[in-house]
């Protein structure tokens, strides 16, 4: 008796924990709805700021909204020299503020890049809707000295100096998916991760705001649950993703290896 006791104590436990597992992955996503423009992220931005070591790195990510919501997250990517460095992921109910803090060293020559997503659920009755936004920021960290623009002559070439070779490594490596994928270059226009800022602007002045703002919020949504989970599960150090977006404006990729193994997304655009 005892023993089966012990059984079912444990099942219930098991089936608690199953719970709880799946709960944590429902919540810990970000899911697009649309936009509600009369609410707004009345801050958002992200700042990698050297402190007085000039080697420790204060990567900080902020947002506010007008008012609370029902539910508010924030997710940062950091990439040093090209490879993912770090995320920053945090949720949380009923607030209207959202601040990420992390520390690190950078003891060799470096370009610091982050890009965050700063995203917000509304509910009202039945019907809910998103806020959001973007923010990013970059540092050369170069003879132990930071900096966002170079000052000297010496700053100047060796920050172009490590940039190119950045992006050379860089370059390789997305060749490699889109032979992989046999896709044609020629038919879409190229966008690191990072520059997901001029990729909206882009898409902004060729479209609308309302879409490309369901195209963002949308590619957050993917990016997250294909990309950026995973990434924190297996603490992943791979290169920069890269996004296609077609010529025509009708869909867009995005490549990327975790772990070594060559991933891809597809996004259709609904104009």
Known sequence: ??????????????????????????????????????????????TLVALDDKVTIDWTSFSQSEEKSYLRQDVSLLFVNGKLKGV??????????????????????????????????????????????????????????????PK???????????????????????????DFYQMDEKNYKLYPLTDMMQFYDDLAAETSEMTSDRVIGQLWEGLYKHYILPAIELEAADDEPIILLHNDLSH????????GEKQQLIQQIVH
């Open 88 to 149: 920053q992921n945090k949720w949380m109910e009923q607030t209207d503020v959202i601040e990420q803090k992390q520390l690190l060293d950078v003891t060799t020559d470096a370009l610091l890049e982050a890009i965050s997503f700063h995203h917000g659920e509304i509910h009202e009755g039945n019907a809910i809707y998103s806020i959001q936004s973007m923010s990013n920021d970059y540092l050369y960290v170069i003879d132990r000295q930071a900096f966002h623009t």
């Open 1 to 46: 008796m005892l023993r089966k006791d012990w059984i079912f104590a444990l099942s219930l436990i098991s089936l608690s924990l199953w719970f709880v597992i799946v709960n944590w992955k429902t919540e810990m996503a970000i899911i697009f709805f649309p936009i509600d423009y009369d609410r707004n992220m009345v801050q958002s931005r992200t």
């Open 252 to 259: 867009l990729y995005v490549l990327y290896e975790l772990n």
């Open 152 to 178: 000297t002559a010496k700053e100047k070439t060796e920050s172009e100096k490590l940039k190119t070779i950045i992006d050379k490594n860089l370059q390789k490596k997305w060749d490699q998916l889109i």
